[in-house]
């Protein structure tokens, strides 16, 4: 099993929709959980970044953190064509500054 | 503020040939660099580990003698791929801490051997 699953993909809805993007994870020691966004060719950037449960919003982003079930999730509201991008979970223990990347969730949204 | 870039964005070599990719923080002093390999449709997979000034610290698997790796200045971290094999095609991304906690990540060299 690896340290942190998420579905590839591809996730396809139509432009105006609410996206929810998950991962799973199994290292108890996990506290910080980031989520990247990456278009094509490009590298990744950071979108949201939590410490600990709970919820933090930014605009249209919200990150969502359930240790208990070591269960994250990235919302997005009036999702945007723009929006089309492979999403990265990544999270890391306290004592660690190194990130274990999920593998990526590809979404398309269409107008 | 916190850009990183990456030099080249593409580069295509021969068999036995070494490539060199440069990753330089913009505008900010970064006290650790990191290199990355990523596959198509696959997660980043970190390769190394760079302060400036000293050796990397290499991730288990991947070979230091291939991957040679220099970190002159805490602006800029070299990634040398030395006798490319067409196995290591792959996309490689850097990206560079301030302060070990957030890393900001270049744009990325897409690298093909033939």
């Known amino acids: 099993q690896k340290e942190v699953e998420q579905d590839p993909g591809p996730l396809s809805v139509p432009e105006g929709a609410i996206v929810s993007l998950n991962c799973t994870y199994s290292?108890?020691?996990?506290?910080?959980f980031m989520w990247y966004r990456q278009y094509s060719r490009k590298g990744p950037e950071l979108l949201m970044y939590t410490y600990s449960s709970g919820n933090k919003e930014d605009g249209r982003f919200t990150a969502q953190v359930d240790k208990s079930s070591k269960y994250i999730s990235l919302f997005i509201r009036d999702s945007q064509p723009s929006d089309s991008a492979t999403y990265l979970c990544?999270?890391?223990?306290?004592?660690?500054?190194?990130?274990?990347f999920g593998r990526g969730t590809s979404l398309i949204v269409h107008p | 503020g916190a850009v990183v870039s990456q030099h080249p964005s593409r580069v295509i070599c021969k068999s036995g040939t070494s490539v060199k990719i440069e990753c330089r923080s913009l505008d900010f002093q970064a006290t650790t660099m990191f290199w990355y390999r990523q596959f198509p449709k696959q997660s980043l997979m970190l390769m190394a580990t760079s302060n400036e000034g000293s050796k990397a610290t290499y991730e288990q698997g991947v070979e230091k003698d291939k991957f040679l790796i220099n970190h002159a200045s805490l602006t800029l971290s070299t990634l040398t791929v030395t006798s490319a094999h067409p196995e290591d095609s792959s996309f490689y991304i850097c990206?560079?801490?301030?302060?070990?906690?957030?890393?900001?990540f270049g744009p990325g060299t897409r690298l093909t051997v033939t």
């Open positions: 290292n108890s020691a996990f506290q910080y």
């Open positions: 990206s560079a801490s301030r302060d070990n906690y957030e890393q900001y």
């Open positions: 990544a999270m890391r223990a306290g004592g660690s500054y190194i990130p274990t």
